[in-house]
């Protein structure tokens, strides 16, 4: 399934857990029920926005865009962590308020019932996006997917709380429940949104990638020809690695164009995904790029 079909899937996901944790709110009069119906208005608006962000990145270069739209991924990203840091300081302000004057809760049964099933539903989606994540490399895919997972999280806390306050009579449970959640879910935001700016900051490509560039430039590796200046970094689903390959002066044009034509079909078909930029030196030369000149 495409990335744009399990965003779509999410929305629709987002717009039945909504109806179903407001019901089980509405019924048992829960702050706990209260926050994780929250959370889910933050998947909704979270799915929405990274749908439209997937769609983007998908663009293909244009003239102001050379190098595609890939991380327009990333805003979502950001995005979505912005929105659960929002949505938990909302919980926590609910739950301080229920937790000073608690209230007694109603139907239990139901309202358990129909957080066990929303919490279903965002689960069986949750493994389907952080396959389709590991598969596109998608971070927005694995953003929500992990706000997914966050909230399901969020439901068993939520269970597991009225069940106690049901058990003791302990009405003070359900806001301690609440403020648990709203701690979880921030936790959870911040961690969103620092993968957010590290790939805004063209971050360099995991140490297995690397590996994998270092074992395929081995295979070309020989006295006379080697490799230096490896330089990598990521954009939402593109990965790009620029490097120099040094050979001996003596050899024309062509035969140095058609190795590194080699080189760079064989870095592409060994890393999905990956652009590979190559600059020719011969063998005597060398480039430097932290002279301090450069560097103004």
Do not use: C
């Amino acid at each position: 399934m495409t990335p744009q079909n399990l965003l779509r899937a999410s929305v629709g996901v987002a717009v039945v857990t909504i109806a179903l944790k407001t019901l089980a709110w509405w019924l048992t009069d829960s702050v706990g029920l209260l926050s994780d119906a929250m959370e889910s208005f933050v998947n909704l608006a979270s799915a929405i926005f990274a749908l439209v962000m997937v769609t983007i990145a998908q663009r293909p270069p244009d003239e102001d865009h050379p190098y595609g739209h890939h991380k327009a991924e990333y805003f979502s990203s950001g995005f979505e962590g912005v929105l659960i840091i929002g949505a938990a300081l909302g919980i926590l302000w609910a739950a301080g308020h229920r937790l000073i004057d608690p209230q007694p809760l109603e139907q239990l049964g139901w309202g358990l019932a129909l957080s066990v099933v929303s919490s279903a539903l965002n689960g069986g989606l949750a493994w389907a996006m952080f396959r389709a994540a590991r598969e596109h490399r998608s971070i927005a895919l694995e953003a929500d997917a992990r706000h997914l997972v966050t909230d399901v999280w969020t439901s068993v806390g939520v269970v597991v709380g009225l069940a106690a306050v049901a058990a003791t009579g302990w009405l003070w449970l359900d806001a301690l429940v609440g403020m648990g959640v709203a701690l979880n879910i921030l936790r959870e935001g911040f961690h969103l949104m620092r993968r957010s700016s590290q790939g805004l900051m063209d971050e360099a490509l995991e140490p297995d990638v690397l590996a994998e560039i270092h074992k395929t430039l081995d295979i070309f590796a020989h006295p006379t020809i080697r490799f230096d200046h490896v330089t990598t970094r990521k954009a939402g689903q593109r990965r790009f690695v620029d490097l120099h390959m040094h050979m001996p002066a003596s050899w024309s044009l062509g035969r140095a164009a058609a190795l590194r034509t080699s080189v760079e079909q064989a870095l592409m078909s060994a890393v999905p995904g990956l652009r590979a930029t190559i600059q020719l030196l011969p063998s005597d030369v060398e480039a430097h790029f932290d002279d301090e000149k450069d560097l103004i």
